[in-house]
């Protein structure tokens, strides 16, 4: 699995050896070759991500994350041979750690779930219905106990 961060985003090798482990398992879900997936993660600033959520969904506001799958359903329309690009995940760091302290959890659980979150996406999920909301749920707990990053306590 090939993760791309853009140049200065860099995360602390803990969390991007958990995004790493979190990804392949959850390609590894949908039977997937994780050898052959691929996805980028930019983290941005509130300003950004406000921006993009304009642009890209007409919600002028800011979000935590965003997801740009490269695939409507990566399961049907995945070339047979090379690389698969999932897509492009955008994490604004400002919000995640607004809402970690919201939560009453750490600043690198809340950046794991959102990329689990949107990685999910990537790969097809969705959660405006609420049959879809609890599937694509089940499956975020399993990726997060997988990658040993369980709900902490307040």
Known sequence: MNIYFDEGQAVSDEIRRK????AVYAVQLENLDEQRCELSVTFVDLDEIHELNKIHRGVDSPTD???????EDVCEEA????????GDVVICRDKAAQQ???????F??????LFVHSVLH???YDHMEDDEKRVMRTREEKIMEHIDVLREER
């Not at 995004?19 to 979190?22: P, R, V």
């Not at 970690?100 to 959890?105: I, K, N, T, Y």
């Not at 690198?108 to 779930?113: A, V």
């Open 108 to 113: 690198e659980r809340e950046i794991l779930y």
């Open 122 to 124: 990537l790969l097809g």
């Open 19 to 22: 995004m790493e482990q979190a």
């Open 100 to 106: 970690a302290e919201e939560f009453g959890h750490s």
């Open 65 to 71: 994350v965003l997801s740009f799958p490269q695939f």
């Open 79 to 86: 070339p047979e041979e090379g690389e698969i690009c999932l």
